[in-house]
């Protein structure tokens, strides 16, 4: 294993040096907070010569990754970042990359939606488009920002799908950590340059992107072409695939550099369990400060953290969950009438699953609202009282909303 060196610095720079450290040769850059220090990070390096890459500003996030797109389909790798509302703008691009099967990553510092306007930390920007065919892995600390960056490249130039990488804003992105900087000469052994999958010839003139009719249909050649639906099935195979890609990449990455993150999902005090609280992002790391809390109570309490949340690991969380009485939902996000978007996969994992725990949902942190590890572990209490009443049917659980009678 190569020298490291450690130094202290934010999510938003964690990121920045995992895209120098993956050679991207493409930056796309537009500002929005709090994702905008990784690209202008990026900036300084390209002026200075320090990452030979071009870097092209635009005049929209929807612009950024259409430069994405065009850059990686003749050949690029390629970086970008955003948050919240510049994501939404992105979206006819973001499901263009994916169906183009361009291995794009992007950095997603996660922020709430506007309207009402809001700057702060939920995670509804990422999970809207929870089904555009990205890879979705979320991190909970800045050096699983950098490893998980470093990774997604792999990921991503395995199976040709586009990767998010999300942390949560300022909570990530603006706070300071200690974070191991792998020696370059490491990532360059992990990472083999990028092999694009479209064919760009001069000599050789295609239609890219064409016009795809339902069904199959012979080329000029003659040769059977799929239709938009077996295109559809393909990529929802290469999704599945990267349920065993994503463990994969993340056990070599850790015989490179000796840091692993569990791959689909992460443990915490898991093993006797007979509690568990479920959650993505930084927030797992609050339930371990709530879980030990409860453990010195007597509570039997563990934790499940999401890391990939798409493709979604339902096998790996049926067999984690499997036993246990009580699965806590902790989301960052909102399905607007139903639930939390983590609990109805959980939910949905374990439908067919004979003695599987009954399953609660909490809705916590929208907004920036503050969630301490006091407030799980009241949660935690209050869900552990009701399943001993007997409760199975309950509506989420909304830590600290304070909501007036008469409020519009």
């Not at 070599?252 to 006797?272: Q, V």
Request: aromatic share 6%.
């Amino acid at each position: 294993m190569s020298h490291a060196k450690t130094r202290v610095m934010t999510g938003n720079e964690a990121a920045a040096h995992a895209a120098r450290l993956a050679r991207v040769q493409v930056v796309a850059a537009y500002p929005i907070t709090p994702q905008s220090p990784v690209v202008e990070t990026l900036s300084e390096w390209v002026e200075s010569g320090e990452l030979p890459a071009e870097f092209v500003t635009v005049e929209s996030e929807h612009s950024a990754l259409t430069v994405c797109i065009t850059a990686s389909t003749v050949g690029a790798r390629t970086f970008t970042a955003t948050s919240a509302n510049g994501l939404a703008y992105m979206t006819e691009q973001v499901w263009w990359a994916a169906g183009a099967r361009l291995p794009i990553v992007m950095g997603i510092a996660n922020r709430a939606m506007a309207a009402p306007w809001s700057v702060l930390n939920d995670q509804q920007d990422s999970m809207s488009v929870r089904d555009a065919g990205w890879v979705q892995l979320y991190c909970r600390n800045n050096q699983e920002i950098l490893d998980t960056l470093v990774q997604a490249y792999r990921i991503a130039e395995s199976l040709y799908v586009p990767v998010m990488v999300c942390y949560d804003g300022f909570l990530l992105s603006h706070t300071m950590m200690p974070v191991e900087l792998p020696d370059p000469d490491t990532v360059d052994a992990f990472l083999p340059p990028y092999h694009p999958l479209t064919v760009v010839d001069p000599d050789d003139p295609r239609n890219i992107g064409p016009v795809t009719l339902a069904d199959p249909r012979p080329d000029a050649e003659g040769v059977a072409r799929n239709g938009y639906m077996e295109f559809r099935a393909l990529h929802h195979r290469a999704l599945l695939g990267a349920l065993e890609t994503i463990e994969r990449v993340d056990a070599e990455y850790g015989a490179a550099t000796g840091r692993t993150w569990g791959g689909l999902l992460w443990e915490h005090r898991l093993d006797d369990a007979d509690v568990v609280l479920i959650a993505a992002g930084s927030l797992g790391t609050q339930l371990t400060v709530a879980a030990d809390e409860l453990r010195d109570e007597g509570m039997n309490v563990g934790v499940l953290g999401i890391r990939s949340y798409r493709p979604f690991p339902a096998v790996a969380a049926r067999d984690a969950l499997d036993g246990r009485s009580l699965a806590l939902v902790f989301d960052k996000a909102l399905s607007y009438g139903h639930e939390g978007p983590i609990c109805s996969d959980i939910r949905s994992a374990l439908q067919s699953r004979t003695g599987a725990p009954v399953v609660y949902g909490a809705i916590c942190g929208l907004g920036g609202r503050d969630v301490s590890p006091a407030d799980l572990a009241d949660a935690t209490r209050r869900a552990v009282a009701d399943r001993a009443a007997g409760i199975v049917d309950r509506e989420p659980d909304w830590i600290n909303l304070h909501l007036e009678e008469d409020a519009r």
